[in-house]
């Protein structure tokens, strides 16, 4: 059974930085890409980034403008997604998605606040 469990989401102040990890099982992690999307309230599931199986080539959102990185690794079966200069307008829920992330496998989600 395909597994993804998102966490380190949380309040944090305009400006600041979170670390969202993945935790992926039930399948070969190193066998697929994988993204981040984000939903905020009100608003369609918006691509975030992505990253292709061996890690090496990752894409982003033109919205992230440098300050998100996005990594994995493949012998922990573990997705990353370094959020740092974060604004108000990065206030989602974040998930983690397996192939694509419109139609693949995503987790349940980490809630991202972004409040002064």
């Known amino acids: 059974e395909v597994q993804l469990v998102e966490s380190g989401g949380g309040v944090v102040q305009p400006g600041g930085s979170l670390r969202l990890s993945c935790a992926a099982s039930?399948?070969?992690?190193?066998?697929?890409?994988f993204s981040w999307a984000r939903q905020a309230p009100g608003k369609a599931l918006e691509w975030v980034s992505t990253?292709?199986?061996?890690?090496?080539?990752?894409y982003y959102a033109d919205f992230v403008k440098g300050r998100f990185t996005v990594s994995r690794d493949n012998l922990e079966n573990m997705l990353y997604l370094q959020l740092n200069s974060l604004t108000s307008e990065d206030t989602a829920m974040y998930y983690c998605?397996?192939?694509?992330?419109?139609?693949?496998?995503r987790g349940q989600g980490t809630q991202v606040t972004v409040s002064s």
């Open positions: 039930g399948f070969t992690f190193s066998g697929h890409s």
């Open positions: 990253i292709n199986r061996g890690g090496d080539n990752t």
């Open positions: 998605a397996k192939d694509s992330w419109k139609n693949g496998a």
